[in-house]
């Protein structure tokens, strides 16, 4: 039985999800995603942990006191482990997808005490990237084309740059609840773009901190994301940990698009 609860933080109220029991598992989405992104997954990982999926703030129903504010990698951070803290206090296993992993890493990175494992699912770091100067000039031109003309060219710039098509989404009829998600999803496109893109690409990981921190820490790229940005990044990211990717089914959201497989590998990684 899913329950929904709500969180108050500074600056913001945070909208959360618990379903499953055992050990906590922290689910956080990227980019304008919000908890919904997981429900196909959350099922099947509930069987093993008590799974907390949420929405970031300024994402769909995270409302923020005042969502003019650049977002900050830190303040995401600093969120998680407020929810970690309410869920008990006991160390966590973290998802992060995307731009969520990106907050994972900064959790494990500023609070390891409340984490024991975080899985980094394709962040996109694109700092640690040999041409990360052009990724970045990039990232400020989808900014800067939503700013003069809008969502749809700004959003067709970014996956430009990050090199996803309409083939790379979840194949199928949509479920009520995917539905449901991608209507809230539509209405965080300009926070995301306007307020998100910058920040999310251009945060450094803490890569010492995550190398000598009690956190195990695990880099996960898409077995069908060949040469996209967010996986090119993840491997600059592993490499400089001095860690091995580990695959997982699907693409950049295997979680919806290969949930029964994706949901067996992440709890195998998750328990090793």
């Given at each position: ?7 108050q ?8 999800e ?22 196909a ?7 093993h ?13 995270s409302?923020?006191?005042d ?26 296993y973290v ?26 699912h ?24 939503y700013?003069r ?37 539509m ?19 803490d ?24 996986r ?35 709890a195998?990684?998750l328990?090793?």
């Amino acid at each position: 039985m899913k329950k929904t609860e709500t969180l108050q933080a500074p600056g913001a109220r945070l909208y959360y999800e618990v379903q499953g029991s055992g050990p906590v598992l922290l689910m956080i989405p990227g980019g304008p995603t919000d908890a919904g992104i997981f429900a196909a997954v959350t099922p099947l990982l509930a069987e093993h942990f008590t799974v907390v999926p949420y929405d970031p703030r300024g994402n769909s129903r995270s409302v923020p006191d005042d969502p003019a504010l650049e977002q900050d990698i830190d303040v995401h951070g600093d969120d998680a482990a407020r929810l970690v803290a309410e869920l008990g206090g006991e160390p966590a296993y973290v998802f992060g997808s995307s731009g969520g992993a990106q907050i994972a890493l900064n959790l494990a990175a500023r609070h390891p005490d409340l984490v024991r494992v975080v899985v980094a699912h394709e962040p996109p770091c694109v700092r640690l990237l040999p041409d990360a100067d052009q990724v970045a000039a990039g990232m400020e031109e989808v900014a800067s084309t939503y700013e003069r003309e809008g969502v749809p060219a700004g959003m067709q710039k970014f996956n430009e740059l990050i090199g996803m098509s309409e083939e790379d989404a979840p194949q199928g009829p949509p479920s009520p609840e995917q539905q449901e998600m991608f209507g809230r999803l539509m209405g965080n496109l300009g926070y995301f773009l306007g307020k998100g893109v910058r920040p999310i690409s251009t945060y450094r990981p803490d890569v010492e901190a995550l190398r000598s921190g009690s956190p195990r820490i695990v880099v996960g790229i898409g077995e069908s994301t060949e040469g996209q940005l967010a996986r090119r990044s993840a491997i600059a990211l592993a490499e400089q940990a001095g860690l091995e990717p580990v695959v997982f089914p699907g693409g950049h959201g295997g979680f919806a698009d290969a949930p029964e497989a994706f949901a067996a590998r992440l709890a195998e990684v998750l328990r090793a």
